[in-house]
């Protein structure tokens, strides 16, 4: 995904010379091609985030087109009143990347996770949310940014977990994309890495439809309320806090749309406690496989509906 995104970069900065990449002096590895391809279009800001956006908002009022690429920890994190005034209260096209969303940075502790991104974001005016699942998406998420003519944040996580697409889906509007057909009671709609343990999890119960929201502002308020429709009940999946993100998207628009059951699967009121390795985290978290298969199952069983989904017995 992280190749996907640096190879969509390059061909818009060679297009457009507008196109500038700001950076707080990280990402060398991932941003050499760009550097070799349009080396006057690179900036390193130094380690004065704050200072890159207010860089950022001067350059896109030049008519300048800037990407300003962050950890997510800090970007926009750490960046949040920048953004907020220098950028979304003037409505420029500024375009943020936060990378290693969620609990990518696992072995680097707190600082350098960021569960809460989506969350801080969402209440701003102006800006748009995106949150690609893979490779596809995320070049189909670059189209949609750089087509948009006020702020934008794209957010990377877990980069190498495999591809959900064939090529890329139409992203477009805060539509929802289907991943997986389904006619069962129950739908899963997920956002970024969390597609792939979605669509896993879908497996343990039969004829479950799965959804990945790569936009999250927009979000297509009609789409959620046809899936809700469709199926009495939904659960969502994303690498954030259950608090603000796609869950509570979803729930704030059934509340106010279509009534339904909604189980947030997502990162609990808790920062992580031990550093480790992404699939450790992941685990501590319950984020992992076994533990979303059986919070789902747990709820349904809560519902009295285990029996009318076709609950599989995993120890078969």
């Not at 996907?4 to 390059?10: E, I, R």
């Not at 970007?75 to 220098?86: A, F, G, H, S, T």
């Not at 948009?148 to 877990?158: A, E």
Request: aromatic share 8%.
């Amino acid at each position: 995904m992280r190749n996907a995104f640096s190879d969509a970069l390059v061909s818009a900065a060679r297009k457009d010379s507008r196109v500038l990449l700001l950076t707080g002096d990280h990402g060398y590895a991932l941003f050499d091609p760009f550097r070799a391809a349009c080396p006057d279009q690179y900036i390193n800001a130094g380690v004065a985030e704050q200072n890159m956006v207010g860089v950022a908002a001067g350059l896109a009022k030049g008519g300048f087109r800037p990407f300003v690429y962050g950890l997510s920890a800090f970007v926009p994190i750490r960046v949040l009143e920048q953004i907020k005034m220098d950028v979304c209260y003037h409505e420029l096209p500024v375009i943020f990347i936060g990378d290693g969303a969620g609990v990518v940075y696992s072995s680097l502790g707190s600082s350098h996770q960021s569960t809460e991104d989506i969350a801080a974001l969402r209440s701003l005016p102006s800006i748009s949310i995106f949150s690609p699942a893979d490779a596809a998406e995320m070049t189909a998420c670059m189209e949609a940014a750089l087509a948009s003519t006020g702020p934008v944040y794209l957010r990377m996580g877990k980069a190498d977990l495999g591809k959900i697409h064939d090529s890329p889906p139409v992203v477009k509007s805060g539509g929802l994309i289907n991943v997986q057909q389904g006619r069962s009671k129950m739908a899963f709609i997920a956002t970024g890495s969390m597609v792939f343990a979605a669509r896993a999890a879908s497996q343990e119960w039969s004829d479950v439809a799965v959804w990945s929201a790569p936009s999250l502002k927009p979000i297509s308020s009609e789409s959620i309320e046809q899936i809700a429709k469709q199926h009495e009940i939904i659960v969502t999946f994303e690498e954030h806090s259950v608090s603000g993100g796609l869950g509570s998207i979803v729930t704030e628009v059934c509340s106010e749309r279509f009534p339904r059951h909604v189980l947030r699967i997502g990162i609990q009121d808790r920062f992580s406690q031990f550093c480790g390795s992404y699939e450790y985290l992941m685990r501590e978290h319950k984020l992992d496989l076994e533990s979303v298969v059986e919070k789902i199952r747990n709820y349904l069983v809560q519902l009295g509906m285990e029996e009318t989904h076709g609950l599989k017995n995993r120890a078969k």
